[in-house]
């Protein structure tokens, strides 16, 4: 049973609206939607989910012209290092959107991360985020670091784009890293799965974000592509996958499809859905016990694969 904080803080979510005196509940996306101001909610709404943890220093780096940042623990090293690949829709997200969420996850591994920007659609559609987040990744062999010493770790867009970085780098025959973290991956952008009318009700985006997001990425291309959307994707020699994603959410059956087909191929997989829980619910606040457990399960894992 969802625990009564995170109640409180899903009805919160959902009735933010009279906080600010509207009386609409929801937003609705169409293609007249502005993404420069959504950039910019993003950005103010980064100091919602608290500050930078103790113990964490931050340091930027620049790959393929594109911002990235180093987020390690104190006195840290780069011999092991998390790969994190930026949500939003591929239409937003930053450095600056994500450095205090994601460093819980540093805190948490002990282990340090990359945070790598990739170009943003509209304005760079597919293939451009693929290409930047395979960049970052051969940026990183090149600096020394051993594939099985590293992992690659996303959110919503962000971890489809994990994963379908995973399909890249193996059909291109560069060496896999060890393993990988996907929280609420978007691995889908055809839209097929039954939970986008399901759960359209409980999901707390937007109605008809995924539609606009989705052929802002894919241009002109086929969503089917299965470096577009890894489910249609043949999932062979994949390296062990952990998968997060909450019940009330409409990317549900993205995870919970991709994880069936995934082990079906033979990868070593684990799907957890959160009973209760909204998209990327693990990057919730701490006070929240089942985001608090879900970090410390995704720390561990990170730990047994790459931490010793």
């Known amino acids: 049973m969802p625990s009564l904080q995170s109640h409180l803080f899903r009805f919160v979510l959902r009735h933010s609206h009279l906080l600010r005196f509207q009386l609409k509940k929801k937003d609705v996306w169409d293609f007249n939607t502005s993404i420069p101001h959504f950039r910019r909610e993003c950005e103010k709404g980064a100091g919602r989910f608290g500050k930078m943890p103790a113990g964490i220093e931050v340091s930027p780096v620049t790959i393929a012209g594109l911002p990235a940042e180093w987020i ?13 690949t ?5 239409v937003s997200g930053s450095c600056n959107d994500h450095r205090s969420i994601v460093a819980r996850i540093v805190k948490g591994s002990g282990v340090g991360m990359l945070l790598s920007e990739h170009r943003l659609a509209p304005e760079h559609p597919y293939p451009a985020a693929l290409d930047d987040s395979v960049a970052a990744y051969r940026w ?14 996303g959110e919503s867009a962000g971890g489809g784009l994990c994963l379908a970085t995973l399909l890249a780098l193996r059909d291109q ?34 109605e008809g974000m995924s539609t606009v997001c989705s ?28 998968i997060y994603v909450g019940e009330y959410e409409t990317l549900l059956d993205d995870s919970t499809r991709f994880a069936a087909k995934a082990k079906a191929a033979g990868v070593d997989v684990t ?30 894992f990170i730990k047994t694969n790459i931490g010793k």
């Open 173 to 206: 025959g560069i060496p896999l890293p060890a393993a990988a973290v996907a929280i609420s991956p978007w691995t889908d952008l055809k839209l097929t799965g039954e939970s986008h009318r399901t759960k359209a009700k409980v999901c707390l985006s937007p």
């Open 140 to 153: 990183l062999l090149d600096q020394g670091i051993s594939p099985s010493n590293t992992m690659i770790v």
């Open 86 to 90: 930026i949500g939003g829709g591929y």
């Open 271 to 300: 799907l957890k859905v959160g009973e209760g829980m909204v998209h990327c619910f693990p990057l919730l606040p701490p006070f929240i016990p089942e985001a608090r457990q879900a970090m410390d399960q995704i720390c561990a």
């Open 215 to 242: 052929k802002y990425y894919v241009g002109d291309k086929d969503p089917c592509l299965p470096w577009i959307s890894p489910l249609y994707g043949d999932l062979h020699g994949l390296p062990p996958i952990l």
């Open 72 to 84: 390690l623990p104190s006195q840290g090293t780069k011999d092991k290092v998390l790969l994190y």
